[in-house]
């Protein structure tokens, strides 16, 4: 259990570090975004484990990914700025 659960925040700290250092104009400040994978990752991990209940290594961490992932994905902006017309035009 232990093992799993430092696995995943290395994982998810990981990932949260590839994504801020590729996209640093897409995603906000980095205080921000590392914390959100390690939270993301030991949620998954947590959450494959409960589903799973005694799940192997290996697919647990395949959670803590997954989650990991969709947990940045929501703190990207948008790339090009948005053309937004006014209601009178």
Do not use: N, Q, Y
């Not at 803590?64 to 990207?76: F, G, H, K, P, Q």
């Amino acid at each position: 259990m232990f093992l799993e659960a430092l696995g995943s925040a290395i994982l998810g700290l990981t990932l949260a570090w590839a994504a801020a250092h590729r996209l640093p104009h897409r995603l906000p400040a980095r205080a921000l975004v590392l914390p959100t994978g390690v939270a993301g990752a030991l949620f998954g991990a947590f959450l494959m484990s409960t589903a799973l209940d005694a799940g192997s290594l290996l697919t647990v961490l395949f959670g803590a990914v997954i989650v990991s992932v969709a947990s940045l994905s929501l703190l990207l902006r948008p790339a090009g700025r948005l053309r937004r017309r006014s209601a009178t035009a």
